[in-house]
Nanobody
Framework: QVRLVESGGGLVQPGGSLRLSCAAS????????MAWYRQASGKQRELVAS???????NYADSVKERFSISRDNARNTAYLQMNSVEPEDTAVYYC???????????WGQGTQVTVSS
């Protein structure tokens, strides 16, 4: 079984920064895509950013130029650097790991990010 554990969420003021971490453990293929999703209260879960095993990244339009995704393959860990955060960024952030070979898809438990004065 693969387990994903998110950390780094919390309360932050508008304009501030924080970094989320996602640590993966278990039997993990070397060819995976890791991603961050978020779900605000009353809204659909949406893709925030993703990064492939090659380092290719994708970002939602709402977070481009503000957020950056990265990964440490040796530690099976993904990060989301959040800068210039806005109240609209308030959501539960979920880590996702997907294997394009097996089509297995794993989710973390989520971490709350609240942007407020």
């Amino acid at each position: 079984q693969v387990r994903l554990v998110e950390s780094g969420g919390g309360l932050v003021q508008p304009g501030g920064s924080l970094r989320l971490s996602c640590a993966a453990s278990g039997s993990i293929s070397s060819i995976t895509t890791m991603a961050w999703y978020r779900q605000a209260s009353g809204k659909q879960r949406e893709l925030v950013a993703s990064i492939s095993w090659t380092g290719h990244t994708n970002y939602a339009d709402s977070v481009k130029e503000r957020f950056s995704i990265s990964r440490d393959n040796a530690r099976n860990t993904a990060y989301l650097q959040m800068n210039s955060v806005e109240p609209e960024d308030t959501a539960v952030y979920y880590c996702n790991l997907k294997s394009p070979i097996t089509n297995y898809n794993y989710w973390g438990q989520g971490t709350q990010v609240t942007v407020s004065s």
